[in-house]
Nanobody, 122 residues
Framework: VQLQASGGGLVQAGGSLRLSCAAS????????TAWFRRAPGNEREGVAG????????YYADSVRGRFTIYRDNAKNTVYLRMNNLKSEDTAVYYC????????????????WGQGTQVTVSS
């Protein structure tokens, strides 16, 4: 499966963005998918994930209640809705897919899209 992330940009603190991860080559519902991010000087961290059947979602504590991951099977796309953005959310965001449930552990995700930059100004 190939993944194409988009939707990043510059937003003020408290604002919202929606990231998209369009899948091609395979049906995204056959994969567990997740969003990761890497801020300058930091390690990559898992942000949100959704299981293969779409019934389970997982969030990092830092984003729970503000971010929502969801999938549109008809569009073969996974989204990350980000509300109430904070300066600490500034990072490059990546989407990833795994054949097994990977929760938010990046080591099990074998398919990665390119990153999309999210910058939150305070």
């Amino acid at each position: 499966v190939q993944l194409q992330a988009s939707g990043g940009g510059l937003v003020q603190a408290g604002g919202s963005l929606r990231l998209s991860c369009a899948a091609s080559g395979r049906t995204v519902s056959n994969y567990a998918t997740a969003w990761f991010r890497r801020a300058p000087g930091n390690e990559r961290e898992g942000v949100a994930g959704i299981s293969r059947n779409g019934r389970s979602t997982y969030y990092a504590d830092s984003v729970r209640g503000r971010f929502t991951i969801y999938r549109d099977n008809a569009k073969n796309t996974v989204y990350l809705r980000m509300n109430n953005l904070k300066s600490e959310d500034t990072a490059v965001y990546y989407c990833a897919a795994a054949l097994s449930s990977g929760y938010l552990s990046d080591v099990v995700y074998g398919y990665w899209g390119q990153g999309t930059q999210v910058t939150v100004s305070s």
